[in-house]
T-cell receptor, first 111, second 114 residues
Framework: DAKTTQPNSMESNEEEPVHLPCNHS???????IHWYRQLPSQGPEYVIH???SNVNNRMASLAIAEDRKSSTLILHRATLRDAAVYYC????????????FGQGTRLTINP | SAVISQKPSRDICQRGTSLTIQCQVD?????MFWYRQQPGQSLTLIAT?????????ESGFVIDKFPISRPNLTFSTLTVSNMSPEDSSIYLC???????????FGPGTRLTVT
C-alpha cells in the first residue's frame, strides 16, 4: 500500500482557515486520496476524497497537487468541533476498500 | 448513509477468556470490516467480513484468535479469544455501502483485559 506522511500535530484558532498537508510521493495512478477524521471517543468519519481535481463539499475542500504527490485538506473556518485526528489515506475504489490508516494529524483548535 | 451500533460499548475481561463484539447496521451492506485501535495508536484493519463466505484476514491476524461471523447483510460479530492484556484496545466495525465512496464506522467497543 502506498504510504502517506502527515505532521503529527497542528494548531489553529477558531474561525480561521486550516490547511492540513499530506505527502504521498508513491501514489499510483489508480489511488484515490481519502480524508477521514476521528473526533475524541468516536469512530472515524469520512471527510472528503478525490483523484486528480480539487474537490469541495460541505465539510471541507481538498486541493491536490498537479503531480498528485501531495494534497491539502482545507477547513475554511475552523470551529472547536473540528478538533480531531485527521487521516489522509490512499485507496483504490474497487471492490472492498482497505483503508490503511497512518498516524494522522492531531488538530487542536484554540478558542 | 448508514447507522452502526456496537455491543458492548465497553467491557473489562479476565485474561484467558473470550469476548464477542456485535456490529449491527441499519441497512443491508455487502462489505463489513473490523479494525483494532490500540491505546494512543491509529486504526489497524483486522479482517473483511464477507456475507456467505469466510472472512479475509490481514497479515498478523488469524481466525483462531479473531473468529468472525457474518450471518446476514446487516450483522457481524468479532470474537477476541483467549485474551491477554495486549488485546486491550478499541475494536471498531465499519461498512461500505454499494456504490458509495466512504466507509461508515461504528462507535467502537473499548476492551480492557486484566
Amino acid at each position: 500500500d502506498a504510504k502517506t506522511t502527515q505532521p503529527n500535530s497542528m494548531e489553529s484558532n477558531e474561525e480561521e482557515p486550516v490547511h492540513l498537508p499530506c505527502n504521498h510521493s508513491t501514489i499510483s495512478g489508480t489511488d484515490y486520496i481519502h480524508w477521514y477524521r476521528q473526533l475524541p471517543s468516536q469512530g472515524p468519519e469520512y471527510v472528503i476524497h478525490g483523484l486528480t481535481s480539487n474537490v469541495n463539499n460541505r465539510m471541507a475542500s481538498l486541493a491536490i497537487a498537479e503531480d498528485r504527490k501531495s494534497s491539502t485538506l482545507i477547513l475554511h473556518r475552523a470551529t472547536l468541533r473540528d478538533a480531531a485526528v485527521y487521516y489522509c489515506i490512499l485507496s483504490v475504489l474497487m471492490g472492498a476498500q482497505k483503508l490503511v490508516f497512518g498516524q494522522g494529524t492531531r488538530l487542536t483548535i484554540n478558542p | 448513509s448508514a447507522v452502526i451500533s456496537q455491543k458492548p460499548s465497553r467491557d473489562i475481561c479476565q485474561r484467558g477468556t473470550s469476548l464477542t463484539i456485535q456490529c449491527q447496521v441499519d441497512s443491508q451492506v455487502t462489505m463489513m470490516f473490523w479494525y483494532r485501535q490500540q491505546p494512543g495508536q491509529s486504526l489497524t484493519l483486522i479482517a473483511t467480513a464477507n456475507q456467505g463466505s469466510e472472512a479475509t484476514y490481514e497479515s498478523g491476524f488469524v481466525i483462531d484468535k479473531f473468529p468472525i461471523s457474518r450471518p446476514n447483510l446487516t450483522f457481524s460479530t468479532l470474537t477476541v479469544s483467549n485474551m491477554s492484556p495486549e488485546d486491550s484496545s478499541i475494536y471498531l466495525c465499519s461498512v461500505e455501502l454499494a456504490g458509495a465512496y466512504e466507509q461508515y464506522f461504528g462507535p467502537g467497543t473499548r476492551l480492557t483485559v486484566t
